[in-house]
């Protein structure tokens, strides 16, 4: 299993951001991502931009959008950012990309949150294009572009990898057909994730590209010396970024519990917690009964101790991860 970093992304202080990633990295860790969120005190926007600044000051690590609400943008503008930031990691770039759900996120751009699936079907073909050809024209029901040639192109050949987001069956559908991999957000439950697996590589086969199709899945992990230090220190900031994110939009699947939210009922089959061997083997769970390829860790949110976060990571690298590459 490949294990990735989602950093800290919020509080206006980047270089934590970057210094998390660099450690990450020395770490061992495979991957780094970023996510995009709009009128958010807990989550920075424009994944790109931080990616580029990351990248500068890493060297091996795959640098992942998880995800970039694509259809907010036009193609074109997303293809050379993109492309720019595989020419300055030397061609590490997976572009993550989801429909988005939030509705004030599509209000605050001019964006009709019901032409988002039709925006994202015209969108991913383009950028494959403007990636692979010269010249490239295209008149469409929500772009056009005019002879367009993009340079620098990516370094990754032919194309860098993309992966797609979503929870419904048109997104999983589309992840199937157009996707190299499906990713799964870190609000939903082992069941839920379950459900969507199934759908996107049925997708996979109907569009004839048969049963593979890699499945990675991001989740909010924090390892501590016992389940209650763990509860202790991570629960209460982890119910806050849930109460703001997650269980305040129209989510497609996820909802929020009834009642009172306690960090035992939130974990539940959702977040990773608690001591090494304990943590170690709910991610086995996860990955066996989904078939993962995929981790990316969130350890570093809002409310927890920037040194709790790194000690954290520290047991995380030391005594879970080695358990996750046998």
């Not at 976060?309 to 358990?323: C, D, I, K």
Request: hydrophobic residues 45%; glycine residues 10%; neutral net charge.
């Amino acid at each position: 299993m490949h294990v990735g970093l989602s950093p800290l992304q919020s509080g206006g202080d980047f270089d934590a951001t970057i210094a998390e990633c660099e450690r990450a990295e020395a770490a061992g860790f495979d991957s780094v991502w970023l996510g995009e969120h709009h009128n958010s005190i807990l989550l920075y926007p424009a994944p790109l931009v931080g990616l580029a600044a990351i990248a500068a000051r890493t060297r091996r690590v795959r640098l992942g959008t998880g995800v970039l609400l694509l259809p907010l943008y036009h193609p074109l503008a997303v293809a050379e950012e993109a492309a720019m930031v595989d020419v300055i990691s030397r061609g590490r770039l997976i572009l993550g990309v989801g429909a988005g759900y939030a509705p004030e996120e599509f209000a605050a751009f001019g964006v009709s949150i019901k032409e988002r699936g039709s925006r994202l079907d015209e969108a991913v073909p383009l950028i494959h294009r403007l990636w692979t050809e010269d010249g490239v024209t295209h008149a469409g029901r929500h772009y056009r572009i005019e002879g367009a040639t993009l340079r620098p192109q990516p370094v990754q050949e032919p194309r860098p990898p993309m992966w797609f987001a979503g929870w419904v069956g048109p997104a999983l559908r589309r992840a199937g057909r157009l996707g190299d991999a499906w990713l799964g957000g870190p609000s939903a439950k082992l069941d839920e994730l379950a459900a969507c697996t199934r759908m996107y590589r049925d997708a996979r086969r109907a569009a004839g590209r048969g049963d593979g199709g890699e499945v990675a899945l991001m989740r909010y992990v924090f390892v501590a010396e016992s389940l209650e230090r763990a509860r202790a220190v991570a629960g209460d900031a982890f119910i806050r970024s849930f109460e703001a994110t997650y269980f305040r939009w129209p989510h497609p699947v996820v909802k929020r519990p009834p009642g009172d939210l306690t960090i035992e009922r939130l974990a539940e089959d959702r977040i990773i917690l608690g001591d090494p061997a304990s943590c170690a083997r709910q991610i086995e769970r996860f990955g066996r009964e989904l078939g993962l390829t995929h981790l990316i860790c969130r350890m570093s949110v809002a409310g927890i101790p920037a040194d709790a976060s790194r000690a954290s990571m520290e047991l995380f690298t030391r005594e879970v991860m080695p358990a996750l590459r046998l």
